[in-house]
């Protein structure tokens, strides 16, 4: 049994450019999450995808948008690159019929911005 | 004040000793609470979670709620080197809803 996949496992891009993060859930998730973990910090919820719609969202700006497609696996779109957008991306996957269940990580995508 | 405040860490516990990890929270409507491992450069990886005030054993876990002090702690008993990462609390309203995490507190077990 699979379990949460992210790719690419790291990725380098330059101020400005546009990148796109990818994830496929754990078998039987149907509920993904995407958050942001700076160097010595808690990961921070970008926000959820469900049934291929935005559920919640974190504090994070427009610049950070994504998709889930109806196979449950979602991407994670940031664009105009900021420094600061340097992190571990992290996804995460969990079964919106089973509230009382957790969420698995994914292995993460380490980004770095130049 | 922050939603969620672990121990400042690092922490340094010797070989088989216990390790007390304790994390406090802001927001009363969380009912879900877990604590997750993650070893460095690797995501977080799920150890525990607790629901109801008291104790929850699993192995040499333990995790204590107190919901009325909106506390949440973790015990570690007969720690082993392998045991050295960097624990994160996450409260949450439902498992599979959006987690706040704390910082986290970097254990070291010290052979």
């Known amino acids: 049994d699979a379990g949460v996949t992210q790719s690419p496992t790291h990725l380098i891009k330059t101020r400005g450019q546009q990148v796109t993060l990818r994830c496929s859930p754990k078998s039987g998730h149907d509920t993904v999450s995407w958050y942001q973990q700076a160097l010595g910090q808690g990961p921070q919820f970008i926000f959820q995808?469900?049934?291929?719609?935005?559920?919640q969202r974190g504090n994070f700006p427009d610049r950070f948008s994504g998709h889930q497609f109806p196979n449950y696996s979602s991407e994670l779109n940031v664009n105009a690159l900021l420094l600061g957008d340097s992190a571990l991306y992290l996804c995460?996957?969990?079964?919106?019929?089973?509230?009382?269940?957790?969420?698995?990580f994914g292995p993460g995508t380490r980004l770095t911005v130049l | 004040q922050k939603e969620v405040e672990q121990n400042s860490g690092p922490l340094s516990v010797p070989e088989g000793a216990i390790a007390s990890l304790n994390c406090t929270y802001s927001d009363r409507v969380s009912q879900s609470f877990f604590w997750y491992r993650q070893y460095s450069g690797k995501s977080p990886e799920l150890i525990m979670s607790?629901?109801?005030?008291g104790d929850k054993e699993d192995g040499r876990f333990t995790a204590q709620l107190n919901k009325a002090s909106q506390y949440v702690s973790l015990l570690i008993r007969d720690s082993q080197p392998s045991d050295s990462a960097t624990y994160l609390c996450?409260?949450?309203?439902?498992?599979?809803?959006?987690?706040?995490f704390g910082t986290g507190t970097r254990l070291t077990i010290i052979p």
């Open positions: 995460a996957s969990s079964s919106t019929g089973n509230p009382t269940d957790t969420q698995y």
């Open positions: 995808y469900y049934e291929e719609e935005e559920r």
């Open positions: 607790i629901y109801s005030n």
């Open positions: 996450a409260p949450a309203n439902f498992g599979n809803e959006k987690l706040t």
